[in-house]
């Protein structure tokens, strides 16, 4: 068995990182680190992103409860569909807005990946997971630009550990090394989260194009 000898972490970092990019310089993400994407859209966009998180906590719980020391990398305190579900509430919104195109291709995708490389599902939370570390600044330029409050309110997901974020994000890394994955594992979980980063940004540009045919 090949060991992936530089590190989960590193080699995830290192290929996804042109995916990563992409999704980054995108119009809808350089609007939302601006403070310019409409409100409606950042609802639109938690309603699309409850979709992919709900979907996604389903297979980590039943990888999780076959796999135990998993439970290093994702628990209870990991979750994000709770706080958009409080989010969207609290903006008023509704919590079971139709999935567009692309959530409803992550979603079967996920089915996929659960039955085909299970393990391949840690790809998508490394990419969710690690948005928080940017999300956390977005949050400051969506509270003034919405009139949330500094409390957390309708910002919830977008800063789900408050000052303690760095701590949170090096612990799920150091638990993702310490799982000691052989490189045929890591493979897949790499596969995925190039996939993830380049459905995300399909995403802002699926929301982009909804509002201007709406214009």
């Known amino acids: 068995m090949k060991t992936n000898t530089s590190g989960t972490m590193l080699t995830l970092r290192e290929s996804t990182a042109g995916h990563h990019r992409r999704a980054e310089q995108h119009e809808f ?50 979750r994000k569909a709770d706080p958009l579900r409080k989010d969207l509430a609290f903006l008023g919104a509704a919590t079971d807005q139709p999935a567009l195109p692309t959530a409803l291709a992550m979603m079967a995708w996920m089915d996929t990946l659960a039955e085909t490389h299970p393990l391949a599902v840690l790809g998508v939370l490394y990419v969710l997971e690690g948005s928080t570390n940017g ?53 897949p979980i790499v596969a995925a989260a190039q996939q993830t980063f380049d459905s995300i940004r399909e995403l802002g540009a699926e929301l982009l194009a909804s509002q201007a045919a709406a214009a």
């Open 29 to 78: 993400q350089q609007q939302f680190v601006r403070g310019t994407l409409p409100r409606a859209l950042y609802v639109r966009w938690l309603g699309q992103m409850l979709h992919v998180h709900a979907a996604l906590e389903a297979h980590l719980d039943r990888l999780v409860a076959r796999n135990l020391q998993l439970k290093s990398v994702f628990d209870d305190s990991r």
């Open 135 to 187: 999300s956390k600044f977005i949050a400051r330029k969506v509270r003034p630009a919405y009139e949330l409050p500094a409390n957390g309110e309708g910002s919830a997901y977008l800063d789900p550990y408050g000052d303690v974020q760095p701590v949170r994000w090096q612990e799920f890394k150091t638990a993702m090394d310490a799982l000691n994955l052989p490189a045929s594992d890591v493979e």
